[in-house]
């Protein structure tokens, strides 16, 4: 095993290259970057994100970038290019990214005056307790409910919970954090629950526990709509891997000893049956974090890397993007071989090294 997480950590960095380069040549490509939206701005034009979604600020950027040099100084076109780096080739720029990315250095971000290190240190806890809440929320009612419709397959309790989940696989969870705005957050019906924030204003004067309670009062929905939209498939996987399960040799046997059904079920079919389950709990996590996470942080105006990333892209702020990028990617690639890791000591049998071989 040790010599496959070798070789697992070692294929990281080729994996990072390529991503990195990937995304390094599409957003130089892409129109409006940050140099034609100071010449915009110098110019008095609209840069809005309603004028960019409309496709107005695209064309009026990349018009700019085509003749934006009219009626401005040329030493101020070239500091606006020093400014931001643009002043050096692309290749030389990618690798110098690469060096200080090598460093965890990702610069300072063009539009916040702020070390982009220190920007996804403030808001990466806003994200981790997003994903971990979701997550421990999604295998806490999943398993259950997958357990129970695996031992009563064919009933009128799995054929009724099945349209739930059906519902859930089928609807995106941002569309449900849109539906519990409008029920609990004061959208049309009740006003139950704080619409923006993870806290409420003077939460410092808070005693201990009235922290706590306000801090789980802001998650309700954000989180609530997450597991909604996440607890689907990981019920389906539960249900499904103890149906293999309870088919095989071993449990007949069991069953033939005169051992009671719980007996069965959580004493000889519950740790085979989860081990597929509970091995994906890192790449469930990364996947949580990365999808649901991003348009939930956008719509609960939630402080975390995902807003984050999201105005940095609407910005064009490079050293934002591609350093949330680079702390996503490798997190994601970490995170799996975990999951791997998981399998072995979950059940030894498994040898990836052999599998790979």
């Given at each position: ?110 539009f916040r005056d702020t070390k982009v290190v220190d920007l996804i240190v403030e808001k990466m806890p806003v994200s981790i307790s997003l994903g971990l809440w979701t997550t ?172 984050l990333g999201f105005e940095a892209a609407i910005k064009r702020d490079y050293p934002v993007m591609f350093g949330t990028l680079y702390v996503f990617t490798l997190m994601g ?25």
């Open positions: 095993m040790t010599s496959y997480i070798i070789r697992r950590l070692l294929l990281i960095i080729p994996t990072l290259f390529f991503i990195m380069a990937v995304n390094f040549v599409l957003v130089q490509a892409a129109p409006g970057g940050p140099v034609e939206q100071m010449i915009a701005k110098v110019k008095g034009l609209d840069v809005s994100s309603t004028a960019r979604v409309s496709g107005q600020a695209a064309e009026t950027l990349s018009t700019s970038d085509r003749r934006g040099s009219q009626g401005l100084d040329p030493e101020f076109l070239a500091r606006i290019n020093k400014l931001y780096g643009f002043d050096k080739p692309i290749g030389e720029r990618f690798v110098m990214m690469l060096k200080n990315y090598a460093t965890f250095d990702f610069g300072d971000s063009y421990l929320l999604v295998y806490m009612i999943s398993i259950p409910l997958g357990i129970a419709k695996a031992v009563r397959d064919g009933s009128r309790f799995d054929v009724a919970s099945s349209s739930v989940v059906i519902v859930g696989n089928a609807v995106p969870s941002f569309l449900f954090a849109i539906l519990l705005i409008v029920l609990f957050a004061g959208g049309r019906y009740f006003d139950w629950f704080p619409l923006r924030g993870l806290t409420s204003d003077g939460f410092e004067d808070l005693s201990s526990w009235g922290q706590i309670k306000d801090y789980l009062w802001h998650l309700v929905l954000p989180v609530g709509s997450m597991v909604i939209g996440g607890f689907a498939g990981l019920t389906m996987l539960t249900k499904n891997s103890y149906l293999e399960e309870i088919n095989k040799q071993y449990v007949i046997t069991a069953r033939a000893k005169g051992l009671t059904q719980y007996a069965v079920m959580y004493g000889h079919v519950f740790r085979n049956a989860m081990l597929i389950v509970i091995a994906g709990f890192p790449a469930a996590f990364i996947g949580i974090l990365f999808t649901g996470a991003l348009l939930t942080e956008i719509i609960f105006s939630l402080d975390g890397i995902g807003l690639l970490v995170l799996n071989l975990i999951g791997d890791v998981m399998y072995h000591i979950i059940d030894p049998r498994i040898d990836f090294e052999k599998v790979d071989g």
